[in-house]
């Protein structure tokens, strides 16, 4: 068992599909989402969940290191990093091109590298596996398996092969009486250690520092408010407090971990420098993977006042999520804001475990449709029957009906804002999914009371003639 997500790192030349298993392996969960408008998704980075196991994935894009670009050179730094934090890599080649040159010096270097490997023969659809693996032997990594990573032929199995060799992340226990889980997530400088040394104390850090790195010592426990809360990963911030250790870089591996193993996210901006596209893409992972957030502001301190006019301004144009997560303004350094947040926290964790009945859920649905009904598709009205809680943390309602598959995302969003304000839920993204109905004789028999209304009806109106 570990504390860190397994990581599945995708390497190979231009072109040869890794941004389409990429999307592959992290898109299922998109299908689900209704609620976030304004998701930033990370070409480099996902999370993904193959039955009940989550990973990250991490798409190198340009694993060659002759990069010009210097804009690139962060994400250079990081998938030289996810290389090194690689639990499996997958190397893609191209069926089509054939076995190239670049493909031998990738090879080699992988070699070196010496991490568990799989060779995926991608673009195989249509062809025999023998056929379109033989080439690629002669690359001397093993047996290839052949996929299709557009249609999506072998990725199952691909992922079940490379899991099944991965330490999972230990599961979360559903009652532990820690509290809340809360992991602290942030871009290098914005005050994450500060604000858990706020909210700890600084001798809890310090006690929380022992070599090891058993899980207990890296959930720490701790109360706010009279509330028992446990921090989670707090790998970066007890390396700090020994001052002659460098400092840690910054890992999106290990806060995608932390996101994982959270009930609720504080994420953390600095007022005092730009916020911008990295902060939005940080938020776009912790709402893909569902998570409960609330968004902390940081450094709020020492700003005159037209400065943070400026400041909430930049953050209601930048931020995305900020219909469901709510937004406070903190300085760390003082510890001003720091209830309120803790509140939200607080708030947050109640509406992502909270447990809805299923009258209640009918209740909000029926009154939903009956103020704004679902359009109608070639005629034939969707109807949405029935709905029923289908998980928590983040919480998911499933609606049944007919059609389904036809509501217009307009829609989905009206449906989710009714059940989110409904339930007065806060600081949580709602996932809500369709099933179209499987008891077609239902259908079918008010289909007929239908037509057979019609028919009274027209032999009524003879009758009155
Ligand atoms: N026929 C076929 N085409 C595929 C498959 N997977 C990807 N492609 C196509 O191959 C092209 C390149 O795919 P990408 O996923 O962009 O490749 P990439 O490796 O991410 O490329 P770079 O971003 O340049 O590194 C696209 O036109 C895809 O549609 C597949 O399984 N079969
Ligand atoms: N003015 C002001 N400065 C702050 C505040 N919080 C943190 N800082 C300063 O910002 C700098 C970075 O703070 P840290 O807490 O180390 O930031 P971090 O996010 O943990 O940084 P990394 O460990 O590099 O990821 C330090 O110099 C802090 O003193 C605040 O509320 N107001």
Redesign the pocket.
């Known amino acids: 068992m570990s504390d860190k997500l397994p990581v599945i790192v995708?390497v190979?030349?231009?072109?040869?599909?890794?941004?389409?298993?990429?999307?592959r392996l992290t898109g299922t969960r998109d299908a689900l989402v209704a609620d976030l408008p304004g998701l930033t998704r990370d070409r480099q980075y996902g999370s993904g969940v193959h039955e009940n196991r989550a990973f990250v994935v991490v798409?190198t894009?340009?694993l060659m290191p002759e990069s010009a670009d210097p804009l690139a050179a962060l994400a250079e730094e990081q998938a030289r990093m996810a290389l090194e934090e690689a639990d499996h890599v997958l190397f893609?080649v191209?069926v089509?091109q054939g076995r190239v040159p670049a493909d031998e010096a990738i090879a080699k270097h992988l070699r070196k590298l010496g991490k568990p490997l799989t060779l995926v023969v991608?673009?195989?659809?249509g062809r025999p596996r023998a056929e379109a693996s033989a080439d690629f032997f002669a690359l001397g990594l093993g047996e290839p398996l052949t996929?299709?990573?557009?249609?999506g032929?072998g990725v199952h199995q691909l992922l079940t092969a490379v899991l099944e060799v991965l330490p999972a992340i230990a599961p979360e226990p559903e009652n532990d009486d820690g509290g809340v889980r809360v992991a602290i997530v942030g871009r290098p400088n914005v005050g994450k250690s500060t604000l858990v040394n706020r909210l700890l104390g600084e001798d809890r850090v310090l006690a929380a520092d022992h070599p090891g790195t058993t899980r207990d010592a890296i959930a720490v426990p701790f109360e706010y408010d009279g509330h028992p809360y446990t921090l989670i990963d707090t790998a970066g911030i007890r390396r700090r407090a020994r001052v002659w250790e460098a400092v840690e870089k910054f890992s999106i591996v290990k806060t995608l971990s932390a996101i994982e193993r959270a009930h609720v996210v504080i994420a953390v901006v600095d007022a005092q420098n730009d916020i911008g596209e990295q902060d939005a893409k940080l938020l776009g992972l912790i709402a893909q993977r569902g998570r409960a957030m609330v968004l902390a502001v940081n450094k709020w301190d020492g700003l005159k006042p037209d400065e943070r006019e400026q400041v909430r301004y930049q953050v209601s144009l930048k931020m995305p999520f900020l219909d469901f997560a709510p937004l406070h303004f903190i300085s760390a350094r003082h510890g001003s804001g720091l209830g309120e947040l803790m509140q939200d926290v607080q708030t947050a964790y109640e509406s992502t475990t909270r447990e809805f009945s299923t009258p209640e859920l009918n209740r909000i649905l029926e009154a939903a449709v009956e103020a704004h009904q679902p359009p109608a598709v070639l005629g034939r009205r969707i109807k949405l029957r029935y709905a029923h809680q289908g998980g928590r943390n983040p919480p998911r309602i499933v609606v049944h009906g007919n059609q389904t598959e036809k509501l217009p995302e307009s829609y989905k969003r009206y449906l989710a804002n009714q059940f989110r304000a409904a339930l007065a839920l806060k600081g949580v993204p709602l996932l809500l999914s369709f099933k179209t109905g499987d008891n077609p004789y239902k259908d079918k028999k008010n289909e007929l009371t239908g037509r057979q209304i019609k028919k009274k009806r027209r032999l009524m109106a003879r009758v009155k003639r």
């Open positions: 995708l190979g030349r231009p072109n040869v599909g890794k941004s389409t298993l990429f999307n798409d894009g340009g893609l191209d089509r991608n673009k195989s659809e996929i299709s990573a557009e249609q032929q």
